[in-house]
């Protein structure tokens, strides 16, 4: 069964501008990770953020977490075209076997 | 450090025939994972080895799926007889432990007519 849940489920900006993804997720979690997925490769993680941490950056990724919501997002700042690409969130759940539960991910364009 | 290594990158089947996907995940990881991935859709957990031990195969269609991992390296996944909605990309992904980055291959898309 599906944890994540992504919104949008795709996206289309211009370049240079900012897109942000949004995870909901149900049950209590250890961690929260970000994957990216270029058509017809593997996923490759971006960023994994903690149940106590609430923001966190890398590059020009930002990711925060409000676990009273269970939610999460996912922003990119200053788009380029090479980030188009579709992004996953995954979640770690505490109770039962310590497997990686993925969303159904967010599609994002990112127009020249 | 070499990635994850999955071999073959595509194979067409007819629908009743069978198929193995192997995989050599990073060294020195303990933890590998088996994904399905079907188009559009986000990764599905079929099985996740610890050494060669098997931590989790709920979703694994045991009828038509089975998976091992040889003295805890390498995998391979098998479906005999597969059916048309087998078609999908098979993902490995290996970890030094459990929780923590996932390392993936570029994955074995599977077409089955």
């Known amino acids: 069964s599906q944890q994540g849940e992504e919104d949008p489920q795709a996206l289309s900006i211009q370049e240079g501008e900012n897109a942000t993804m949004n995870c909901s997720y149900k049950t209590s979690i250890n961690n929260l990770q970000w994957y990216r997925q270029n058509s017809g490769r593997g996923l490759v993680h971006l960023i994994l953020?903690?149940?106590?941490?609430r923001e966190k950056h890398s590059g020009r990724l930002r990711v925060t977490l409000d676990t009273s919501k269970k939610s999460s997002s996912l922003l990119i700042t200053a788009s380029r075209a090479a980030d188009t690409a579709s992004y996953f969130c995954?979640?770690?759940?505490?109770?039962?076997?310590?497997?990686?539960?993925f969303g159904q991910g967010t599609r994002l364009t990112i127009n020249p | 450090e070499a990635g994850v290594a999955q071999s073959p990158r595509y194979k067409i089947i007819e629908k009743r025939q069978s198929v193995a996907f192997w995989c050599n995940p990073i060294?020195?990881?303990?933890?590998l994972y088996w994904y399905q991935q079907i188009l559009g859709q986000g990764p599905k957990l079929l099985i996740q080895?610890?050494?060669?031990?098997?931590?989790?195969d709920s979703q694994l269609p045991k009828d038509r799926f089975s998976a091992e991992r040889l003295k805890g390296v390498d995998s391979t996944l098998k479906i005999q007889p597969a059916k048309l909605e087998d078609s999908a990309v098979y993902l490995c992904?290996?970890?030094?432990?459990?929780?923590?980055?996932?390392?993936f291959g570029e994955g074995s898309r599977l077409t089955v007519l």
């Open positions: 060294s020195g990881h303990a933890t």
């Open positions: 080895f610890q050494n060669n031990g098997v931590v989790d």
């Open positions: 953020i903690r149940s106590n941490e």
């Open positions: 995954a979640t770690d759940r505490i109770q039962g076997a310590q497997k990686l539960v």
């Open positions: 992904a290996s970890t030094r432990g459990l929780g923590g980055e996932l390392f």
